[in-house]
């Protein structure tokens, strides 16, 4: 038995252990909605009777778009790109002018690849590994800036981020930035750090390289419809109905609130208790990270304060750039890629889904950082940057992090489930279809970006040892078979998806065999901040903005006005640029490009 078909037996098992009631779903099936029914009645976030009656005069004709449209496109890079690659060259820039740059704002940074950079060991007083990351030629530019005016907030700049994390114990291989790297608590926000698991090693496991929203991360379903079919007041329709059924900004209360006896099953089996309750497909954990369960979670670990956060906030998105966004495909970049995801054609309309674990996550967080910095402070540990404060992989405080960071994943795995339960809800109440049988809403994939996990890599080209990898606003990805890659995209490697801000673009790529030497099997997770939210609330009109994304077609819900400069285009980096980054450096491939219809943001 393969360790895939293996994994996924044993969360079957560890779903059976919830209840002996949880029913076999035949494909094409309906679950049954009695329990996820009252559930999610109880929400004071239901939609209201006019919208949600399937009597309406108002009844939607789904027709099939006039004009057929390709599903492939040859183009895999810019053009200019192949042009220069074609010739042996590297991507489009001036070379001297980059070196130009290099020499006089940032002589410690070397250029080692076609979109590589490195900074040697010895840059930081202690640091003992290089560091790396992946940057076309204006995305280098806006690293420098920032190392010579200043990060987007109040942090180290991310590049100096990357040395200091170079210095932390029991580090392997080099501290990596992604494309979309910006400076962030402790760890860069897209960095990628690997430290020595094995047994009596110096490895650490620190709470800033995860972040405080544990598992945040990304969810995407496909749908049958054309985006011609989800157009003027239809669109509003349904931006409305999503805006009724999920809940978000902050402290928001989800779309059901558990009991503690319910949270702790939830922190202990993930969607395992959603499938039970008929939230979740029972098909929807076979395409998820970890199938949707971290097994190594203990709610024992998780504090009555964080539980009390958590209670009550199952299916919200939260505040921030967190959002419910509905995209339609714009480029095919793999056709065979795409067509084992469903993804089959232009103007297709998927969902994608940007959250994670909440004031539960967050509190989590804050407390393992509390006792990293009494450990620090009994052992005399001195820090290049007291965000950094870590315990011993294997001591029992760093087990019980670990412990209670896999119940915060497996909460945020099912607040995803829930946020998607409402999706489906939402299209069925637009467009009186069933969401499975009519609508083909099946889920593409689910996707972790702040995380750390027990992996095996090779190291400098040695023996493939155990280390703990953190990803800090990056993305596993895996190439085609490996065995902790979905059985059904064993053939074409583990989808990878990548959120753009409010208005730009979206992507779906998939992992690569490069991603394993180079970045211990990671990739970027979106755009990556250009502004900080201050400066960007200073700086960018609600006003403008909001015209521009009417202008484009593109819906916006947002709950606070604020959030529109925040979350603006301008805010981030160019999310194409990141794209073509990663793809260039090999360490994944694009599938698709996806632009939005319509955005619930909080």
Wanted: contains cysteine; charged residues 25%; neutral net charge.
């Amino acid at each position: 038995m393969s360790d895939q078909k293996n994994r996924r037996v044993q969360v079957e098992v560890l779903g059976r252990r919830i209840s002996n009631t949880i029913q076999d779903h035949k494909e094409g099936s309906r679950p049954e909605p009695s329990e996820a029914t009252q559930l999610l009645e109880k929400s004071q976030h239901a939609i209201p009777k006019h919208v949600a009656s399937n009597k309406s005069s108002d009844e939607v004709h789904l027709e099939e778009p006039k004009t057929p449209l390709s599903a492939s496109a040859p183009r895999l890079l810019p053009r200019s790109t192949e042009k220069c690659l074609e010739k042996g060259e590297g991507p489009p820039s001036d070379d001297d002018e980059i070196a130009t740059l290099l020499a006089s704002k940032a002589p410690f940074i070397h250029r080692i690849g076609l979109c590589a950079y490195e900074i040697s060991p010895g840059h930081v007083k202690g640091q003992q590994a290089p560091a790396k990351f992946f940057a076309s030629p204006p995305l280098l530019r806006l690293v420098i800036d920032e190392l010579t005016t200043g990060s987007p907030g109040s942090f180290t700049a991310a590049a100096q981020q990357l040395c200091n994390v170079a210095t932390l114990p029991g580090i392997l291989g080099p501290s990596i930035g992604m494309p979309d790297i910006h400076s962030g608590y402790g760890f860069a926000i897209g960095n990628v750090a690997a430290f020595d698991a094995r047994p009596g090693s110096k490895g650490v496991v620190s709470p800033g390289g995860v972040g405080f929203d544990i598992n945040c991360g990304v969810r995407v379903l496909r749908t049958s419809l054309h985006s011609d079919q989800v157009k003027g007041r239809i669109r509003e329709n349904l931006a409305q109905a999503l805006e009724e059924l999920i809940p978000v900004g902050i402290g928001e209360a989800g779309a059901i609130k558990l009991t503690i006896a319910e949270l702790d099953k939830v922190l202990r089996y993930g969607m395992a208790y959603t499938e039970e309750k008929g939230i979740s497909w029972p098909e929807d954990r076979l395409v998820c990270e970890e199938l949707g369960c971290f097994q190594k979670a203990d709610p024992k670990k998780v504090s009555e304060r964080a539980k009390k956060r958590g209670c009550p906030q199952a299916g919200s998105l939260g505040s921030g750039n967190h959002y419910v966004e509905v995209q339609a495909v714009d480029t095919i970049y793999d056709a065979e890629a795409a067509n084992s995801m469903g993804i089959t054609r232009k103007g297709q309309v998927l969902v994608m889904i940007h959250t994670g674990s909440r004031g539960l996550g967050h509190q989590i967080a804050t407390d393992a950082l509390a006792i990293c910095d009494e450990y620090r402070a009994k052992h005399k540990i001195k820090l290049v940057d007291r965000q950094l404060a870590y315990v011993p992989i294997h001591s029992p405080e760093g087990q019980d992090y670990l412990l209670a960071m896999g119940a915060a994943a497996n909460f945020a795995f099912v607040n995803r489930s829930v946020i998607a339960h409402q999706v489906r809800l939402a299209f069925e109440r637009t467009f009186h279809k069933d969401a499975r049988t009519d609508l083909d809403m099946h889920m593409i994939y689910d996707v972790s970006h702040n995380v750390a996990k027990f992996e095996e890599h090779e190291i400098d080209g040695r023996k493939k040892i155990p280390v703990l990898v953190h990803r800090k606003g990056a993305t596993r990805a895996f190439p085609a078979h490996h065995p902790d890659v979905s059985e059904k995209y064993e053939s074409i490697g583990q989808p990878v998806l990548i959120g753009g801000s409010m208005g730009t673009a979206s992507y779906v790529l998939v992992g690569t065999e490069v991603a394993m030497q180079e970045s211990f099997g990671s990739t970027c997770h979106g755009a990556g901040r250009a502004l900080s939210r201050s400066k960007a609330l200073k700086t960018l009109e609600s006003g403008n903005i909001m015209d521009a994304l009417h202008a484009q077609g593109v819906v916006v819900k947002v709950a606070s006005k604020h959030l529109i400069s925040e979350e603006a285009p301008a805010s981030y980096k160019d999310v194409d640029a990141v794209a073509d980054t990663c793809e260039i450096a090999g360490i994944s491939k694009r599938v698709a490009r996806l632009v939005p219809l319509a955005v619930v943001k909080g």
